[in-house]
């Protein structure tokens, strides 16, 4: 109570007053004064400043303030509003109110938010978790996203949904009360009442959020008694970073840093923070500081030094915000009323209603000003459809300045009103209406153009040499265009006439925009030096990728009325005419002539001429064009349309220029102009703006060529790639092979890419108005093509496809049937293959292909058919029949200039004596004849008989060339082609052409005899042919399949002979490799006195023979013996602590200093874990290479400071060969000399007896030498024979293997004990001995856990580790003094034997390995199961351990898992099956040890139930379960706040796979320190719940976080897949996720592995970008 009170010291007048203020008799008083405002100003000018800002901020006054508010100045305006108690009136204004049909939840930052793709009327139309469950939209495709917070949800919102608006909760009862108005249903006094409170309070709200001035108040709130206290106000702003205002507090307030941290944050969160508090003098000193230190680079951190009274009212406006906020939530009537007071005029007329002041405001406020208004807003207009609509129309008017406001500011978008603008311009009838009476289409193009104002001398926007503060507000201006966006999202249906004006008046405007963009960012071929400065290409292309949706938009508003378009059409050609002015001005006209035909030109050189690649008016031309084809205007009212005033020559002209620009780039020419142009044309033909840029030039030339000649088309065409002067002399091929090897080839790539233009113009016939398609074979065409290159991803299929502005690409209407899914294993993802039926519609040169993926594509279909048996001919595919407006097109295809170009390749082709020409070449004028000859067979096969058959292709590929080029026809080119060597590939293209011409003939001659008969004879023809050549290749695949088994026949009879002649030689080599299981029966044959079965301990104990060990150094290849003797030999490893086998999480790590290892708790709560990859060096030729390692790191610190994967200072490395991280190296030993079976084995009573008398003579003997310290004076002590104190057994081992035993031991005990290498302590051998328990017993745990059985299942990696550890556990008292293995022997004995010397020895249930708690015992049979289960587990790891110690052959029974598995490890362990005979055995001696076991304190604990008891057999741990539905987790990371900075949410909510804690990751307010240094809640986590290592989940990234130690970690895939087979990292795509249990099974097993480390370090190295990331601080 005491701290209570001196709180509340100071202001305890305030005290006294609060025990005798009445609530009600407040409210009473004012109700009968005069004027209510005045009185309610007076009531707070006293009260505020004595409850807020007393002084400096601190936590302990919040809930005194709460408190005090809601006493002194909420419940009396409660009382005033509803005239009797509050709580009373509330409820009963509740009950009385008709819940809202709108559901109107606000999310809250992270919320996952779900919108149905299906019913969703555009992609803002979201449902909470609560409305979705709920809803009929949770069987349809859907989408979860997690919010950004701010929305709300739009359950119940008519508008919003084709289908399904409502939940079952907000499902309306068909009652028509909605049509009321809600006001008439409240008490006529408490309206009254409501209107006048409401207007004091909002007004004063409104009137302190907007206050300027720093020390006066408004009229009527100044305080009774104003003394000098000040606050120092820190406001936020989006220049300055973290550290730069950290670093200036701490400057400017003297704080510690973890204060600056504590301010930074808040400010960054609420929008201000007071950082100091005193006089006046005091708070200015303090923000000269910040100002001075702040504006070196920028502008300075915005300060103000604030009277404490001022900020008062305003902490209480935000107050009184929220408590209107919650009144309105009771009755739609009261909500009603606020929202008349919010949007009464006030007396200065126009925008003087307090909504619009706050509004116009909105830049001058802070942060949490504008958070509560919001909130406000959205909570009373929003929720009122009548208000909202007058709301948006007050919005309207204002947002020209509130959008120049924003761009101003530099708060993001969220934080400002124009983010409201999504809640109404997506509303269909409430955009119509705003476009009508508030013109606000053209308002908002206007604004956005006006924000553009860099401009060249002919009005296109500029964009070079942009500043940062202009790219800044550029990407801020880019908002408008998502405004608009809401607005034309939804199409209109029915027109009114005031519509279709105000929409083409922002048609107007939205032209203006084009003709800025019209030819921006041009550029000029350099010739002879590189360019010297990038330009800027990136702002244009923002711009257009922007504009997409916009553009596509205005098309489909257009498509759904005629007046409309074809007004739309007849504007658009003006704009582009008036594009078009300065085009051929100036330029020489010239006359080009060919193949008998001539054209007039105008000259121009897109390779010395200015060109640019942005042409949206000529595009959106095309657009509209198409359109008029659909909807067969052009037919209809040919009189309305000015096609007759069309120059198709200038139609074409641009959109050609482009394209030949980009073919010029792939012939190389335009190197010189950096990569800005590459970049250029790589996002031309990008998906994201292809369609309203390549598509749409393709469209214009084929509209420009469906109203031309097509032979002067072609001249035009060709012209312009500057390859006329090639095709149009006689002479000139000579002369052009001549020339310079470099223009050759760029000639030839010019003339590939001239044709591979004709093959699009020609063929491109999947958009709806260009041929008789629908939208969904446009789809299906691109799936098609994108599955011809190889299988795909789901996600892959929707990146390659264009997406609309609803987000949805029309993928899944058409992808099931066209492709077949495969689902995916534990790795990868699933996988859609393209179904063989659809192989016929495959065309090589898709227009969407970039070369890559054509040749891929090339190469996989010739695979395919190859394996089919079919030829390898990939012939055009027959196309769709093109609409009447374009169906001149075809004639493009037999025209004489095309003729006489395919003449001249193929005649190229037949003499291909020089470097003119190109197989590319050859293969698409293949592709071209190939299509004439398809169009002329449809023709032939729709025509009735009658009609001549205008195509006449076959009759003109028969006559010879015209004069110039006098060579053979195309057919008798094509035939002598035929068999020609250097064309293999393209035989059977070539075959299938002369085969078609064939058919034709037959076809035509038919028709030509009788019109009626039917065509099958033709087919039949092709059939017969077609036949023959697979029965041929069939054949010959035959034959090799033959060849091929004979060889492999004769292979595998010669294998057998060389095994039979060296026999011995396998023999061996099989027996080392089979090192565990060498015991085989025939070798060993069976003696009388020994029984078979395999014994490992004890002295029936079968030896693993004299077995010699040779093994081979990876460094030095040189084989060696494994001796104890000889050179050391070691094996890399990698020792970590570890909480794996954990059955006590809350456990605190152990104190390093005072830790002692030698006893081990059963809770198995940190363990020391050795592994290894199993790769062997010699010990001299790892030192050296360590020594290498550290050298090169040395080397490395002076370079650069980047991090390695692997941390030298601590003595890691990568395994030479594998890579894999280690820490040090296990010394391989000898297998142990077994005593020969006759010695005779004491029994247990005289081993125990003996050994008693020898510790008794150790105790003595260690006693006087403390006594005497000279070590000469000691004598002989009488010790039992055979044992002496002074006795030194002979050190087996060789010096270097003494070194390695000593280097393993060291850093082990570093590892296990986070301690500095000390060779001295006497725990080393014990962390080693700990270490190879603790890895025995992970390792039989695993096999358990896997079902497998308990020998000859392990890889060899971890076999060769667990024998040298076993091996090293009985030999590393060599390594250590004498009596530190007498102590540690004599104190682990006295656990078992109790001895009075010894002190402090631990209760027998205090140490693994030896604890039984039996759970309650019904019966003698259930005790001996339990007994038998629970002691299972450590006969395991003994049989591990002593079958690797002494290598003795393990049984059979143990080799599988399978019955009798007990038994065999009793016999294996030299113990009788029946455990029970043991005590019969030797009772006489058990009896006293059990006794005293039982009388130890411990025991009688754990059996009255107190303290932890560890149940055996111990379970294996687990990961946490994770919830099926990945969004039940988001939903629970939603509502979780940052446990430090009092109720905020977490940026960064992440899960801790391991004990399930959520924790706020990546933030500075959870910091905290280990070992000396700041590290993020993650690592820190990590520390005490996995000994340094941690698994995480990071709940809106969607990914899993592997962590080890402070600078090591590794993102990994999730185990939460989509219904596709896909993982969704960062929740990009929203498809549903659900958890995939072999996944996460997967992520276990690699935790139960200990694998999580080597895991981080193949990542590592594998991509250099994860080592840069602080790791700590996630």
């Known amino acids: 109570m005491a701290a209570a009170e001196s709180d509340r010291e100071p202001p305890s007048a305030l005290c006294s007053e609060f025990l005798n203020f009445s609530a009600k008799d407040t409210a009473s008083a004012w109700l009968q004064a005069p004027d209510l405002q005045q009185q309610v100003y007076h009531h707070l000018a006293v009260f505020v400043p004595r409850i807020f800002c007393l002084g400096p901020s601190s936590s302990s006054n919040v809930q005194r303030e709460e408190l005090a508010v809601q006493l002194l100045l909420l419940a009396p305006l409660e009382w005033l509003l509803l005239g009797e108690e509050p709580s009373a009136g509330l409820a009963l204004l509740q009950e009385n109110n008709q819940p809202s049909l709108l559901c109107g939840h606000v999310f809250k930052v992270g919320e996952p938010t779900y919108s149905c793709r299906e019913c969703a009327a555009d992609p803002t139309c979201v449902l909470c978790m609560q409305c979705f469950l709920g809803s009929v939209h949770k069987e349809h495709r859907y989408r979860m996203t997690t919010s950004g917070g701010g929305g709300f949800c739009d359950c119940g919102d008519t508008e919003a949904w084709k289908k399904g608006p409502y939940c079952h909760k907000h499902e309306p009862n068909n009652r028509d009360a909605s049509q009321e108005d809600p006001v008439a249903q409240l008490p006529a006094d408490m309206v009254a009442r409501g209107y006048s409170i409401f207007s004091i309070i909002l007004k004063y709200a409104v009137d302190l959020l907007t206050w300027e001035q720093e020390d006066q108040l408004p009229a009527g709130l100044e305080p009774p008694d104003k003394g000098d206290t000040y606050y120092c106000m820190l406001f936020n702003d989006e220049v300055h970073t973290y550290e730069q205002v950290i670093y200036t507090l701490q400057k400017a307030v003297n704080c510690s840093q973890k204060e600056a941290v504590s301010f930074a944050t808040t400010v960054d969160r609420d ?87 706050l509004m116009l405001c909105d830049s001058k406020m802070w942060k949490g000003a504008r958070n509560v208004y919001h909130q406000l807003l959205m909570n009373s207009l929003l929720m009122d459809l009548k208000y909202k609509k007058l709301f948006a129309i007050q919005f309207a008017k204002n947002y020209e300045r509130l959008q120049s406001d924003y761009v101003k500011d530099d708060h993001d978008r969220e934080f400002s009103i ?36 860099h401009r060249d001398l002919q009005g296109r926007f500029q964009f070079d040499r942009y500043t940062a503060q202009q790219a800044f507000k550029f990407r801020r201006v880019q908002s408008l265009i998502g405004d608009l966006k809401y607005v034309l999202i939804s199409r209109p249906t029915e027109w009114s006439d005031r519509l279709r004006e105000k929409f083409l008046e922002g048609l107007d405007a939205f032209l203006e925009l084009l003709k800025c963009m019209q030819g921006m960012d041009p550029v000029v071929r350099q010739v002879g030096q590189h360019i010297e400065m990038e330009p800027e290409w990136e702002a244009a292309f923002t711009l257009q990728m922007k504009l997409t949706h916009i553009i596509s938009m205005l098309q489909e508003w257009c498509a759904t009325d005629e007046c409309v378009l074809i007004e739309a059409y007849k504007k658009c050609l003006c704009a582009l005419g008036q594009c078009h002015s300065g085009l051929s001005d100036g330029e020489q006209p010239i006359s080009l002539s060919l193949a008998g035909h001539s054209v007039e030109t105008f000259r121009y050189q897109v390779s010395q001429d200015k060109v640019s690649i942005h042409l949206p008016v000529c595009r959106l031309l095309g657009g509209l064009h198409v359109l008029l084809s659909k909807t067969e205007l052009a037919s209809r009212f040919p009189e309305q349309l000015p096609l007759g005033e069309l120059s198709p020559p200038l139609l074409i002209e641009l959109p050609l220029r482009c394209l030949v620009l980009c073919a010029q780039v792939h012939a190389g020419m335009w190197r010189r102009n950096g990569f800005s142009l590459i970049n250029q044309i790589y996002y031309y033909h990008n998906v994201k703006c292809r369609v309203e840029m390549f598509d749409k030039d393709i469209i214009m030339l084929q509209a420009g060529a469906s109203m031309m000649d097509p032979n002067h088309f072609l001249m035009i065409v060709l012209s312009r790639f500057e390859l006329f002067h090639i095709f149009s002399s006689a002479d000139c091929r000579k002369r052009y092979r001549d020339a310079n090897k470099d223009v050759v080839q760029q000639n030839n790539t010019l003339i590939e890419e001239m044709l591979h233009l004709i093959i699009m113009v020609v063929g491109e016939r999947f958009v709806a108005g260009v041929g008789q398609v629908e939208a969904c074979d446009e789809v299906r065409r691109e799936i098609i093509h994108q599955l011809s290159i190889r299988p795909m991803a789901h996600s892959e299929l929707v990146k390659a496809l264009p997406e609309n502005e609803n987000k949805e690409t029309g993928l899944e209407r058409v992808i099931d049937s066209v492709a077949s899914f495969k689902k995916p294993g534990v790795t990868g993802r699933g996988l859609y293959e393209l179904r063989p039926e659809w192989y016929k519609h495959f065309n090589l040169y898709f227009h969407h292909y970039s070369r890559a993926d054509q040749s891929k594509a090339e190469e996989a279909q010739r695979k395919l058919r190859r394996q089919n048996g079919e030829d390898t001919a990939l012939p055009p595919p027959a196309l769709p029949p093109l609409c009447p407006l374009f169906a001149s097109l075809v004639n493009l295809l037999q025209c004489d200039v095309l003729l006489a170009v395919e003449g001249a390749v193929l005649q190229w082709a037949v003499e291909p004596s020089g470097g003119g020409w190109s197989e590319s070449m050859l293969q698409r004028v293949l592709h071209l004849v190939g299509m004439a000859l398809l169009e002329e067979q449809q023709q032939l096969e729709n025509s009735n008989g009658d009609d001549d058959v205008t195509f006449n292709y076959t009759s003109k590929i028969t006559r010879p060339g015209e004069a110039p080029s006098t060579s053979g026809s195309v057919l008798a080119l094509l035939e002598s082609l035929q068999n020609a060597p250097h064309l293999e590939v393209h035989k059977d293209m070539i075959t299938w052409i002369l085969k078609m011409v064939a058919n034709i003939k037959t076809m035509r001659e038919r028709t030509a005899s009788t019109s009626t008969a039917s065509t099958s004879q033709g087919q039949g023809l092709e059939d017969t042919v077609r036949d023959k050549d697979k029965a041929e290749r069939k054949r010959k695949a035959e034959m090799a399949r033959l060849r091929r088994e004979k060889i492999m026949a004769q292979m595998s009879e010669m294998q057998k002979h060389f095994i039979n002649e060296n026999k011995e030689l396998f023999q061996q080599s099989l027996e080392e490799l089979e090192a565990s299981t060498s015991a085989a029966a025939e070798h060993s044959p069976p003696s009388s006195e020994v029984c078979v079965s395999e014994v490992c301990v004890g002295p029936r104990r079968s030896g693993g023979g004299e077995r010699r060990q040779l093994v081979t150094c990876i460094l030095c290849q040189e084989e060696q013996e494994v001796r104890g003797h000889g050179r050391a030999m070691v094996l890399a490893a990698f020792v970590q602590r570890s909480t794996v086998l954990s059955k006590n999480r809350s456990r605190a790590p152990p104190d390093p200093e005072r830790h002692d290892p030698l006893f081990m708790h059963p809770d198995l709560a940190f363990g020391t874990h050795t592994a290894s990859c199993g790769h062997i060096m010699h010990a001299t030729c790892w030192q050296r290479y360590f020594e290498a390692v550290q050298l090169k790191e040395q080397r490395r610190q002076q370079r650069l400071r980047v991090h390695t994967s692997y941390d030298v200072e601590n003595g890691e490395f990568l395994c030479p060969l594998c890579e894999c991280l280690s820490n040090t190296v296990i010394p391989l030993l000898p297998h142990t000399h077994t005593h020969s079976h006759s010695v005779n084995h004491p029994s247990l009573e005289s081993w125990l007896k003996t050994t008693n008398q020898q510790i008794a003579a150790l105790h003595s003997a260690h006693r006087k030498h403390s006594d005497t310290a000279a070590a000469e004076d000691r004598e002989d002590f009488p010790a039992p024979e055979g044992f002496r ?16 035993i000593t280097t393993f031991s060291t850093s082990t005990y570093k590892v296990g004990l986070k301690l500095n290498p000390n060779e001295q302590d006497p725990r080393v051998p014990l962390v080693t001995w700990a270490s190879c328990a603790y890895t025995i017993q992970a390792i039989e745990r695993l096999l358990v856990d896997e079902e497998k059985p308990l020998f000859g299942s392990l890889p060899c990696r971890q076999d060769d580790c667990l024998s040298s550890l076993a091996r090293f556990g009985s030999a590393c008292w060599t390594a250590a003094p004498l009596t530190t293995v007498h102590t540690h022997f004599i104190r682990l004995l006295a656990a078992l034997v109790p001895d009075p010397q010894v002190e402090n020895t631990p209760c027998i249930l205090d140490v693994d390995m030896f604890h039984l708690v039996l759970p309650e015992v019904s019966s003698g049979w259930q005790l001996w199961r339990c007994v038998k289960a629970g002691v299972l587990p450590f006969l395991r790891a003994a049989a591990l351990f002593f079958h690797h110690l002494n290598s003795a052959p393990p049984p059979a029974e143990l080799q599988v898992s399978g019955p009798g598995q007990w038994e065999a490890l009793c016999s294996f362990l030299s113990l009788p099956c029946n455990l029970l005979q043991l005590y019969q055995s030797q009772h006489t001696l058990l009896e006293p040890l059990l006794q005293g076991w039982c009388r130890q304190p411990g025991v009688r604990q754990a059996l009255r139930g107190d303290g932890l008891v560890v149940r055996f057999p111990r379970e294996s741990n687990q990961l946490i379960d994770l919830p099926e539905d990945y969004s039940s987790l988001i939903n629970q990371a939603s509502s979780f706040t940052c446990p430090r900075s009092g109720g905020d949410k977490s940026r960064a909510p992440t899960l801790c796979l391991v004990c399930g804690s959520m924790l706020c990751s990546q933030s500075y307010c959870c910091q905290t320190e280990v070992e000396g240094e700041d590290v993020g809640a993650c690592t820190a986590h990590s520390f005490t719940c996995g000994a340094g290592l941690g698994l995480f989940l990071r709940v809106r990234e969607s990914q899993v976080l592997f962590l080890a130690g402070k600078t090591k970690g590794c993102f990994y895939p999730p185990p939460y897949l989509d219904d596709y087979g896909e993982t969704d990292q960062g929740l990009r795509r929203g498809n549903p996720l659900h958890l995939c249990p072999e996944r996460y099974r997967k992520i276990q097993r690699l935790w139960r592995q200990h694998g999580v480390t080597e895991e981080i370090g193949h990542a590592q190295e594998a991509n250099q970008t994860l080592v840069g990331i602080d790791w700590q601080h996630l």
Request: with cysteine; net charge positive; proline share 4%.
């Open 418 to 453: 124009t983010d409201l603008s999504v809640q109404m311009f997506t509303v269909p009838s409430l955009a119509r209406m705003l476009m009508v009476e508030e013109n606000l289409m053209t308002t908002i193009i206007r604004t956005f153009v006006d924000h553009l104002r």
């Open 271 to 357: 929008g201000r923070k007071s950082v100091r508090f005193g006089d006046f003098q005091f708070c200015e000193q303090a923000k000269s500081v910040i100002v001075r230190n702040t504006s070196r680079q920028s502008k300075p951190l915005r300060v103000q030094v604030m009277h404490s009274s001022v900020v008062a009212h305003q902490c209480f406006a935000l107050k009184a915000l929220g408590w209107l906020g919650q009144v309105i939530q009771y009755s739609d009537g009261l909500r009603r009323i606020l929202c008349q007071v919010g949007l009464q005029k006030g007396p200065e007329g126009e925008n003087s209603s307090l909504v619009d002041t």
């Open 1285 to 1300: 104190v002074d006795f030194t057994p002979l050190n087996p081992f060789s010096s270097s293997i003494r070194e390695m």
